[in-house]
Structure formats: C-alpha cells, structure tokens
C-alpha cells in the first residue's frame, strides 16, 4: 500500500505567540526522555496535529536574520489547517526547550507534524543545532545548552514515518561567531525514514509551509515555493499534507460522496487513468473519499522510482524492532550501519548494498525480500557462533599454554620460576598460588618478596625514581591489577589533587572514543550490565558498580581486541552489539 494522506485533526488552541517562561535550564537527556515516553506510546486524551513555528531574527550576539520575523502567515495556514501551533519568536534557551518538549510530548494516534524553524544554525562534523537568541560563541561542548539538536529533532519526527515534515528557514547577514568544534550553518542532515526535510530561506519556508497546509501541495511539489528552496528525504508517489480547510459549512474539505464537483473530478481521473490526472484530483481533494484509491492507482501505473517501490515494501516487511535487529545483524557482519536505532539512514543503506554485492543480490539497498532477511538473520547468527566458538578455542589454547608453562618453569623452578610465571600470567590459573610460594621463600634469587615479577618490580622501581602522574598511569596501564595497584592509584590521587598533570589530556584518538561513548548515554544501571557481560566474557573489569574505572577500560580493550574492533577501551555501538551478542548465546 502507498502512504495514506496526512490529514489533520480539528483546531485544538490558538498558536502561540510569545517565548515560554523561562525556568531551570534542561540538558539534551531530557528531550532524549521525552522521546522515549513518546516511543512507548503513552496514552493521551485524543490525537491531534501538531506544529511548531519558531522565527528567531534579533540576536543578542550574532547579526539579525532578514525574514525571520515573518512567522504570523505560516501561523494563521496552520491554525486554520486544524493544526495545534506551539512556539514563538525570538525565543531564548529556555523557552525554546519547553517549546520542544511540548512538541514531543506523547500523544496516542497522532494526527500529522511540522516543525518550522527560522533563524541561525551552528553545525559540527555530526550534528546541526537551532540557536537560541540570547546564543553566544555555541561550542561543542554547550551547543545542546545554547540551542536544540536536529538529530533530536529527526528523532522524534523519526517516529511518524509519512507524517512528518521539516522546515529550515536559514539565513543571516554573515557568520555567527563560534568556539571549538563548532562552524556556522546547517551541516549534513542525517534524516531518518519517512520524514520530509525542505530548507531555504525564512519567506521560502513560509511558502512552503501555506502551499502544503492551504493548497494541498505534494511534497515533491514544495520546490516550487522559492528559488533557495531544496526538498530532501521522503517524497513517496502522491504524498501529501492536506489541511482541514473550511469550506461554506466550516468544514474541511473532506471529499462528502454527494459532493458533485468531486464525483465529476474522480470520474475523469478514472476515465483518462494517469498518473496526472490523479494527481490532479489528490491536489484539489486531498482528503477526498475516493482519495487512497487515487494514490493506490498512481502506485499501481508503475511510473514511480524504485526507491519508492522497495521502500514501501520494506515498510511492509520490517517495523522499527525489526529494523534494529538487521542493523546488529548487519553489524556482527562486519558492516558499519553507525548504529542500531532502526533508521535506515545512508550507512545503512550503504551496509545492505555491500551485504547484498557479496551475496550476488540485487544491490538496491533495501531489503524487500523476506528471504533476504532470514538470510541475513540466519548468517550473522553463524557469524556470531563461529566467533564465540574461536574466543572459546583461544581461551582453551591460553589456559593450556598457561598450564603448560607451570608445570615446565613456574613449579619447578624455585623463585626464579615463580617470578617468570608471573611475568608471563600475572593474572593465570596459577598467579595466586605462585605469589604464595613467593612470600613464604621471601622473594629469595634477587627479586621481590611481594610476588611481583621482574618486570613490573623493574617498572615500579622507575615509578619509584620518578613519582609523577604520568609514570603512576603508565604503571596502572601495564598492571591495572599489579602488586602495586593499590600503592599507585592512591599516589596518583594524590598528585591530581594536587596539580593536575598536562599528561593527563587525552589524546585525540581517545577524546573521540570517549565522545562516541557519551552519546551512547549509558546509565548507571546500563554500565554495571556492561560490566557483568564483560566478567561472563572472561575479562575482569573489576568491581561491578556502574563506574568505568582504570581495570574496566582494560577489560573493555581486551574484550575489543579478542573481537578484532578497535581497542579503544572505551564503549561504542559495534562493542555493545557485539556484548549483546554474547549475552544470548
């Protein structure tokens, strides 16, 4: 079936015309909150249909943006489509997110939604922000408090496949002035299935905006309101956003079967049988009785993109779950969808084209084939069992080296057999009964009495001789579960509290693994699962308490190393996919 018309409800409220009332400023977490919520499908009162319309054109500290004050007629088309209109302009941080949130609250059933933004953006290499008026010098590290993310944004119209449009109204008498890691404009957008993005000037958008709500244009149509105006992601056959428009009654427009002039329009659409001329009856019913006839018959005339084709039938076959699994399973492949969030953004797309070459399939990118997908299902779970089964044949190959070696050196060879097994297995299947032996012969053969082998107590002894920050965490690094673990991580506490050492900065390898972990937003209650499956995996990350410690991210690097991913020591998405994937085995 091709995508229904988006038709709204009945008109809830007026829109809103000032900046909410500012209170405790919230981080991106909460409007992640709110999405949930939303995905869960908590219950509301009714369905409606939503819009929210923001002009932001005086900046405190940035040049004022031409049009942006223009908002009042895309306001009165949506009011008068039935649409509830939250926002307002020059709207300030606070008011902005408690704008946000009411857009995203859940709402059961619901009716069609626009977002229209006009005003500055900011982008990094991953994201682009909407900025607040009183904005200034936004960075990488407090964009999400200065404005709201548009990958937020897409998530939430993400959610309403078909039903959901974005209008950027982008513009501005020169750059705004940015920090670290932040460049002015609107960067790559990452737009999820099913949402519609339009961008190009304020006036553009308003346009845009009057021709979808009050002329019933299709999306593939909304080029047509402006030269600056670009229409990216869904555009399927005949799809369109008709708004309740009063007629004579005060009703909408809603196609009555005694309605004459519509007869006479559907019968002529039947009798030339075009694509043109359904198309011509969708645009002056929208919402007409005879209306999802009309776009299954423009469906059904074949002229339409494949694209369009095989997403509506991969739509048939796979529900958001659903496409989550093909991401891991596409991941444990060794394909990098860049997540598992059950969008099928271009790395995924670009993953099932690379699965589909290497099986000999069509490479269309899309996955509308049942078979294809029990394929796909059934390999990764060979892949995931033959991996398991060589960390299995590693770990017995280990454990018999290790034996092998104390039978030979460690419990033959005096102190100076022990010291070698540690060196070698400090933490083997016999680390503690040789630190034993090597207490009770007091470290005799000119090593140690704690157990230590000779290559650490060498390091210590450097550690030792030069007490800095940097030597404790090289020392930490080499035996997170050393002899003198302990000793070293109460001196390297010490000497942060003291002055912090400039060997502490990560590199930038490590500044960006860390990144890639904080957008994962891991809880408490999610580390310390991370950590129980690291411990049932076979690497010990120490105590299991939520805090990913020095022991822990050397856990972590065994275990990414074991599965040949990067060895970062830090979580990302292919290390949780592969983490779940031991846990069901």
Same mark, same amino acid.
Request: glycine share 12%; aromatic share 6%; hydrophobic share 35%.
């Given at each position: 079936?091709?995508?229904?018309?988006?038709?709204?409800?009945?008109?809830?409220?007026?829109?809103?015309?000032?900046?909410?009332?500012?209170?405790?400023?919230?981080?991106?977490?909460?409007?992640?909150?709110?999405?949930?919520?939303?995905?869960?499908?908590?219950?509301?009162?009714?369905?409606?249909?939503?819009?929210?319309?923001?002009?932001?054109?005086?900046?405190?500290?940035?040049?004022?943006?031409?049009?942006?004050?223009?908002?009042?007629?895309?306001?009165?088309?949506?009011?008068?489509?039935?649409?509830?209109?939250?926002?307002?302009?020059?709207?300030?941080?606070?008011?902005?997110?408690?704008?946000?949130?009411?857009?995203?609250?859940?709402?059961?059933?619901?009716?069609?939604?626009?977002?229209?933004?006009?005003?500055?953006?900011?982008?990094?290499?991953?994201?682009?922000?909407?900025?607040?008026?009183?904005?200034?010098?936004?960075?990488?590290?407090?964009?999400?408090?200065?404005?709201?993310?548009?990958?937020?944004?897409?998530?939430?119209?993400?959610?309403?496949?078909?039903?959901?449009?974005?209008?950027?109204?982008?513009?501005?008498?020169?750059?705004?002035?940015?920090?670290?890691?932040?460049?002015?404009?609107?960067?790559?957008?990452?737009?999820?299935?099913?949402?519609?993005?339009?961008?190009?000037?304020?006036?553009?958008?308003?346009?845009?905006?009057?021709?979808?709500?009050?002329?019933?244009?299709?999306?593939?149509?909304?080029?047509?309101?402006?030269?600056?105006?670009?229409?990216?992601?869904?555009?399927?056959?005949?799809?369109?956003?008709?708004?309740?428009?009063?007629?004579?009654?005060?009703?909408?427009?809603?196609?009555?079967?005694?309605?004459?002039?519509?007869?006479?329009?559907?019968?002529?659409?039947?009798?030339?049988?075009?694509?043109?001329?359904? +198309? $011509?009856? /969708?645009?002056? %019913?929208? *919402? #007409?009785?005879? !209306?999802?006839? =009309?776009?299954?018959?423009?469906?059904? @005339? &074949?002229?339409?993109?494949?694209?369009?084709?095989?997403?509506?039938?991969?739509?048939?076959?796979?529900?958001?779950?659903?496409?989550?699994?093909?991401?891991?399973?596409?991941?444990?492949?060794?394909?990098?969808?860049?997540?598992?969030?059950?969008?099928?953004?271009?790395?995924?797309?670009?993953?099932?084209?690379?699965?589909?070459?290497?099986?000999?399939?069509?490479?269309?990118?899309?996955?509308?084939?049942?078979?294809?997908?029990?394929?796909?299902?059934?390999?990764?779970?060979?892949?995931?069992?033959?991996?398991?089964?060589?960390?299995?044949?590693?770990?017995?190959?280990?454990?018999?080296?290790?034996?092998?070696?104390?039978?030979?050196?460690?419990?033959?060879?005096?102190?100076?057999?022990? +010291? $070698?097994? /540690?060196?070698? %297995?400090? *933490? #083997?299947?016999? !680390?503690?009964? =040789?630190?034993?032996?090597?207490?009770? @012969? &007091?470290?005799?053969?000119?090593?140690?009495?704690?157990?230590?082998?000779?290559?650490?107590?060498?390091?210590?002894?450097?550690?030792?001789?030069?007490?800095?920050?940097?030597?404790?965490?090289?020392?930490?690094?080499?035996?997170?579960?050393?002899?003198?673990?302990?000793?070293?991580?109460?001196?390297?506490?010490?000497?942060?509290?003291?002055?912090?050492?400039?060997?502490?900065?990560?590199?930038?390898?490590?500044?960006?693994?860390?990144?890639?972990?904080?957008?994962?937003?891991?809880?408490?209650?999610?580390?310390?699962?991370?950590?129980?499956?690291?411990?049932?995996?076979?690497?010990?990350?120490?105590?299991?308490?939520?805090?990913?410690?020095?022991?822990?991210?050397?856990?972590?690097?065994?275990?990414?190393?074991?599965?040949?991913?990067?060895?970062?020591?830090?979580?990302?998405? =292919?290390?949780?996919?592969?983490?779940?994937?031991?846990?069901?085995?």
């Amino acid at each position: 079936m091709p995508p229904a018309a988006l038709t709204p409800a009945a008109p809830i409220s007026a829109a809103k015309t000032s900046a909410a009332p500012t209170f405790a400023a919230r981080s991106r977490r909460s409007l992640i909150a709110a999405l949930m919520l939303t995905c869960a499908g908590a219950m509301a009162a009714h369905a409606e249909s939503r819009a929210i319309v923001i002009g932001n054109s005086n900046y405190d500290n940035a040049p004022d943006v031409p049009g942006a004050e223009g908002m009042a007629p895309a306001r009165k088309a949506l009011n008068d489509a039935g649409f509830r209109v939250i926002g307002g302009d020059n709207v300030r941080t606070n008011g902005l997110r408690e704008d946000i949130e009411a857009f995203i609250a859940p709402d059961n059933n619901a009716g069609p939604r626009i977002i229209l933004l006009a005003g500055r953006f900011v982008r990094s290499a991953n994201d682009s922000w909407f900025i607040s008026q009183g904005a200034d010098r936004p960075s990488l590290s407090n964009a999400d408090t200065q404005g709201v993310s548009l990958s937020v944004l897409m998530d939430a119209l993400g959610r309403r496949p078909g039903q959901s449009v974005i209008l950027l109204g982008n513009g501005g008498d020169g750059p705004m002035k940015t920090g670290l890691g932040i460049a002015s404009g609107l960067g790559d957008l990452r737009i999820p299935e099913g949402v519609t993005v339009v961008t190009g000037t304020p006036a553009d958008m308003v346009r845009a905006t009057q021709m979808m709500v009050t002329d019933g244009r299709r999306f593939d149509q909304l080029g047509n309101a402006g030269r600056s105006v670009r229409v990216m992601g869904y555009r399927a056959p005949g799809a369109v956003l008709g708004g309740n428009r009063p007629g004579p009654s005060g009703g909408g427009n809603t196609g009555n079967p005694g309605n004459s002039s519509e007869a006479d329009a559907w019968n002529l659409a039947r009798k030339n049988d075009s694509i043109e001329q359904y +198309r $011509a009856y /969708l645009r002056a %019913y929208p *919402n #007409g009785s005879h !209306a999802d006839a =009309a776009r299954e018959r423009i469906f059904a @005339l &074949g002229r339409n993109d494949d694209v369009d084709r095989n997403a509506v039938r991969e739509n048939d076959l796979l529900n958001r779950d659903q496409r989550r699994q093909v991401q891991r399973n596409l991941t444990l492949l060794g394909y990098d969808t860049r997540g598992a969030d059950g969008i099928f953004g271009s790395a995924t797309r670009r993953a099932i084209r690379d699965w589909q070459a290497r099986n000999n399939l069509s490479q269309t990118g899309y996955l509308t084939e049942r078979q294809q997908i029990v394929l796909l299902s059934e390999q990764s779970r060979k892949a995931a069992d033959l991996r398991d089964q060589n960390r299995k044949d590693e770990a017995a190959r280990i454990e018999a080296a290790d034996r092998r070696y104390w039978a030979d050196v460690g419990s033959v060879g005096g102190a100076q057999g022990l +010291r $070698a097994y /540690l060196s070698r %297995y400090p *933490n #083997g299947i016999y !680390a503690k009964q =040789a630190r034993q032996k090597l207490a009770e @012969l &007091g470290g005799g053969g000119g090593g140690t009495s704690t157990g230590a082998g000779p290559r650490e107590a060498e390091m210590w002894r450097r550690t030792q001789d030069d007490p800095s920050a940097r030597r404790y965490r090289d020392y930490l690094n080499a035996y997170p579960n050393g002899v003198y673990a302990k000793q070293a991580r109460a001196a390297l506490n010490r000497l942060e509290k003291q002055q912090p050492d400039p060997a502490k900065r990560p590199n930038p390898a490590t500044t960006d693994a860390a990144k890639a972990e904080a957008a994962l937003g891991l809880t408490d209650a999610t580390r310390q699962l991370i950590e129980g499956r690291l411990a049932a995996a076979g690497v010990n990350p120490g105590k299991v308490d939520g805090k990913f410690d020095g022991q822990t991210r050397n856990a972590i690097r065994v275990f990414q190393r074991a599965r040949n991913l990067p060895a970062t020591g830090y979580m990302d998405q =292919a290390t949780v996919v592969q983490l779940l994937a031991q846990a069901l085995r």
